[in-house]
């Protein structure tokens, strides 16, 4: 059994982390550290936990974590793990990151795009990008995770075969995304009040979004030359749940049923990720509460173009079951460990 902690107690994505966590037969959760309610206990600000996490939050204790937990979650703002993270390396405690703090290998453009000091390289250096259909055997490795954003891990796994495989021009990449108002946390802002949301759909971070260069990153690394995209956002009225709808010109002459066949070839050791059959598109709700991936494909003929669909649930996939899937890997455990929960539906 692994002693977990869950620094940044009281986000939505430890309260994520603490609900899958409850089904995992090798993970305990020993503390929940937060710096601005320890001593308090989580049942009270989430009442649905009674029963399931008691024990008052606690301050944050490097020498104390490094004794007593094998694994930390870091379910914290940006800003944050990078400067926590470098104090375990001189121990065997693993770190996985669910912020963006170490996404990004290059500390100038960390800087630019969260206008925040950055981790240090070597920091960096030593953390793998958690995507497991992409760095399984990395992973497998690994001491430290920094754990996809919620936008990335749609629109890499809906791009990565097509960018691979040549079939689609790298440098004709559009992605519209959508999200629920949990990807923006749990404080209270204008942008998600509900006046604002309800029968209201909001573009947001037009050119400025952070998950711009972390998804060209990895793309270019796909495709072994830059690449740079046009993403664009949209809040939505709802409260969990994400698509990125992508298009991009095709390099090959493919049908639909071609491309879904390589596709469905591609991901077929990834139980995560379910490639939908000729005509059938996904929707959000049909993952929701799952750490599923479901992609829809579509081959326009007549405009030389390919559409690819791909949700998540941007809590889970995008976010904590990931994380988990992260920790699996990590420990030798089977990857859907405590992840194999049906959607909720409807």
Known sequence: ???????????????????????????????????????????????????????????????????????????????VAKDIVPKFCDSSVQCIDLSGDLRLQSRKVYETWYEKEAAPQATLDNAIYGLPEMYKEKIRNAKVISNPGCFPTSALLGLIP??????????????????????AGGKATTMTHYSETNENVKPYKIGAHQHIPEIEQYLSAIATEEIKTTFTTHLIPMTRGLICTMYATLEKRVTTKEVIHLYQSYYEAHPFVRVREEGSF???????GSNFCDIGIHVNERTNQIIIASVIDNLVKGASGQAIQNANLMNGWDEDHGLQNIPIYP
Not at 2 to 15: D, F, Q
Not at 35 to 57: C, I, K, N, Q, V
Not at 282 to 288: A, G, L, N, Q
């Open 1 to 79: 059994m692994k002693e977990v902690a869950i620094i940044g107690g009281t986000g939505y994505g430890a309260i994520e982390l603490i609900r899958l966590l409850g089904s995992h037969e090798y993970m305990h959760i020993n503390k929940i550290i937060s710096h601005s309610r320890y001593g308090e206990r989580l049942a009270m600000f989430y009442p649905h936990l009674t029963e399931f996490y008691d024990d008052p939050m606690e301050e944050l204790d490097i020498d104390r974590l490094k004794e007593e937990v094998d694994i930390i979650f870091f379910a914290t703002p940006a800003g």
């Open 162 to 183: 097509a960018i691979e495989h040549q079939i689609i021009s790298p440098h004709s990449i559009i992605i519209d995304g959508k999200t629920g108002v949990s990807g």
């Open 282 to 288: 996904p929707t959000t709700k049909e993952v929701c």
